[in-house]
């Protein structure tokens, strides 16, 4: 079955390291999206990409940093310049050509010990 | 970017009631999305409006999206404790797919 697959579904990171989540569909969209949630709030967009190799800022793109060499997968790396990256992310794609609605990943939870 | 408003912020009904979340911008609506979350869980897809005046239902779930196209409400009748959760909305900007969400509302049903 086709569908958007996010790991680890839980990550601890100690302060001032990097840590990379993983999104990868099979889906053959052309658009990936990542998204952070904090409890009680809704999502905010980080990143996005439309097409491999470009990607473009969402709304709160500071501290992380992302690629898109391949159409199946737009990791997301979460930096030591993030001051509070304790939250629940997520992973979405979408057919741009086409109109299948955005598709979610079940998410990964980091935390900072 | 867009900005949505969705009210109320949480929902606490008894089962076997009805029930309306809203979804407001300030800016029209390019493609509006509903979703529900359960807590710590991804996103489902529960409908998608284009169109001014256009309404879509799913078992006993409707929305609409009114003709100015900057309000969207969600409408649960008769509710069951299966559809407690988060509900999102959702929009796209003109001729962009980059969807931004509103904050979402909580909805407890109580058997």
């Known amino acids: 079955d086709g569908g958007i697959t996010q790991s680890p579904k839980y990550l601890f990171r100690k302060e001032g390291q990097n840590v990379t989540l993983s999104c990868e569909q099979n889906l053959n969209h052309d658009a990936m999206y990542w998204y952070r949630q904090d409890p009680g709030q809704g999502l905010r967009l980080i990143y996005y990409?439309?097409?491999?190799?470009?990607?473009q800022k969402g709304d709160i793109a500071e501290g992380y940093s992302v690629s898109r060499e391949k159409k199946e997968s737009f990791p997301l790396t979460v930096t030591s310049a993030q001051k509070n990256p304790t939250a629940f992310y997520l992973c979405?794609?979408?057919?741009?050509?086409?109109?299948?609605?955005?598709?979610f990943g079940s998410g990964t939870r980091l935390t900072v010990v | 970017s867009q900005e949505l408003e969705q009210s109320p912020q949480s929902l606490i009904v008894q089962e076997g009631k009805n029930l309306t979340i809203n979804c407001t911008s300030s800016?029209?609506?390019?493609?509006l999305y509903w979703y529900k979350q359960k807590y710590g869980e991804g996103l489902i897809f529960l409908m998608m409006l284009q169109k001014g005046g256009e309404e879509k239902s799913h078992e006993k779930i409707t929305a609409k999206l009114d003709e100015k196209k900057q309000q969207s409400s969600l409408h649960i009748t008769a509710s069951q404790p299966s559809h407690a959760g988060i509900y999102l909305c959702g929009a796209d900007s003109y001729n962009n797919n980059d969807m931004r969400f509103g904050a979402g509302t909580r909805l407890t049903v109580k058997p």
């Open positions: 979405a794609s979408i057919d741009i050509q086409g109109w299948s609605g955005y598709t």
């Open positions: 990409s439309q097409i491999v190799n470009d990607f």
């Open positions: 800016k029209t609506l390019y493609g």
